[in-house]
């Protein structure tokens, strides 16, 4: 079963498309790998998913419900970090987490557990515009987590953090799944950490999904194709130089 | 549950104590002016409260509106500053319902200023006027069309700045109308259209009509839901 699913999904701004026709099958339980170079359209499609755009055409469900009907329903059961941290400078990170666990309704316990999850819990009490990068980071992570939400969506996750930040981000997201039957969408236009994470990839450029698929059908298409397949890094980057030329020819 | 949680985010906002310094400054309007200046004052033939109210509110009056400029500005300021917004719309609940609980938490600040003036109006009326009959009554009413008064302005305060992410587009909007106000002060009083101004209404005290309050309270209620139509089109066409 696919928790998440979008037919036809597009996003105009005037005569800019971000995303275009996108067709995702998301299922249950695995870790979705969404690749694109700057400006493919990955967050703008997250966005679209928690609801902050709207879409120009097209539509999605998650786990079977629909925006904007089903948005409350949608947003209780989905956690999510886009683009950068967003928290109240004036609180602490506990507090933070507080006003988070109150409005969907969790147990005290869940503020610490998410906490802990992050690596965050030594500096509880120290406000969060006092946080380094990292640290915001870490916290933006934890208000998704919180709950442990059976969808979660995380744009770049580990921008800003140190390598053994990364790996701690990393391996507690891979975990996820079989922890906790999570759903993870997580995106990044760095191939290495999404090889090491995910089960599934979605490469995006310019708005159009070019490829879906676990990385061994990747491999075999990119065979199949005559790209290179000695390092992913190569097929991904000849992927995307192979679509950009095909949009230079057809312009 | 949700109200509890705009109280905390106001955590270190600063809004408590400003207002709580406010309701003290304007609360001493009326005490140092007849500290100063009684002989003015105590040989007049109405009531000590309208001879305060008249004498004082229009400063005590722009006092708060400024406290509900500082506060409106504050309250969105903190969701704005670091994207908190952003979060806020991706949790289960309504935006326009954060925008109805910060204007509970505005309402409640305000009471608190209007309080300490209230005590300071009580009690300079008793010390330099000797209690007079029917003197809570009074104060309670007058109090109280002020407060009914004061509630369009929080709306429209409040609604400017949800909509606008720039501190200083609000405080500017916010600045501009009390000085307006102060200007058509005198026209105000001819005009039944101009006694509407959100900014103007607040500072006359001899405005009780029943009908004016009622304007006000339609007034209120007109600007929370443009409040209420911004945030569907702002979701609409982002």
């Known amino acids: ?251 | 549950m949700s109200l509890v949680c705009e109280y905390k985010k106001c955590r270190r906002s600063g809004l408590f104590p400003v207002f709580l310094a406010g309701g003290l400054l304007a609360a001493a309007v009326p005490a140092m002016n007849m500290f100063f200046r009684s002989e003015l004052y105590l040989h007049r033939p109405q009531t000590p409260l309208t001879i305060l109210l008249e004498a004082n509110w229009q400063m005590m009056g722009m006092l708060n509106l400024f406290l509900v400029l500082a506060g409106a500005s504050v309250l969105y300021h903190m969701e704005f500053a670091d994207r908190a917004f952003l979060r806020m719309e991706t949790l289960p609940q309504s935006m326009f319902g954060m925008f109805i609980r910060k204007y509970l938490v505005l309402v409640s600040v305000i009471l608190m200023a209007f309080a300490l003036e209230a005590a300071s109006l009580a009690g300079v009326s008793i010390c330099w006027f000797g209690m007079t009959e029917g003197m809570w009554n009074e104060l309670g009413r007058q109090m109280g069309c002020l407060l009914v008064k004061m509630l369009p302005a929080l709306a429209l305060m409040l609604a400017v700045s949800s909509a606008s992410e720039n501190l200083w587009i609000t405080l500017g909007v916010g600045v501009t109308g009390i000085f307006a106000a102060l200007i058509l002060s005198g026209a105000g009083r001819q005009n039944h259209i101009l006694q509407l101004f959100p900014f103007l209404l607040p500072l006359e005290t001899a405005w009780t009509d029943g009908r004016l309050l009622l304007a006000a309270g339609a007034e209120t209620a007109a600007i929370l839901a443009a409040g209420q139509g911004y945030l569907c089109i702002r979701r609409r066409f982002r």
């Open chain 1, 1 to 251: 079963m696919n928790m998440i699913e979008t037919d036809h999904l597009t996003k105009r701004y005037g005569d800019f498309t971000a995303v275009s026709e996108l067709n995702l099958h998301i299922p249950q339980g695995t870790v979705y790998g969404f690749l694109g170079p700057n400006g493919a359209g990955k967050s703008t499609a997250m966005k679209m998913f928690l609801g902050l755009t709207r879409p120009t055409e097209g539509g999605f469900y998650i786990d079977g419900k629909i925006f904007p009907q089903d948005r409350m329903e949608i947003l209780k059961k989905t956690g999510s970090f886009i683009e950068a941290p967003a928290f109240y400078g004036n609180l602490t990170g506990e507090e933070n987490l507080d006003i988070v666990r109150r409005l969907l309704g969790l147990p005290r316990e869940s503020v610490e557990e998410a906490l802990e999850m992050v690596g965050l819990a030594e500096y509880k009490k120290r406000l969060a515009k006092k946080y380094s990068l990292g640290m915001k980071q870490r916290l933006g992570l934890a208000s998704a987590l919180i709950g442990r939400p059976p969808i979660l969506i995380l744009d770049e996750p580990t921008n800003g953090l140190d390598p053994v930040g990364i790996h701690e981000i990393r391996t507690m997201i891979r975990e996820l799944p079989s922890r906790y039957n999570c759903t993870v969408l997580v995106s990044s236009h760095l191939l290495s950490e999404i090889e090491l994470m995910a089960d599934l990839v979605g490469i995006l450029n310019r708005g159009k999904l070019l490829f879906e698929g676990t990385l061994t059908d990747l491999r075999d298409r990119a065979r199949f194709e005559g790209l290179p397949t000695d390092n992913l890094e190569e097929t991904f980057l000849a992927l995307i130089q192979e679509d950009n030329l095909k949009r230079g020819m057809r312009q």
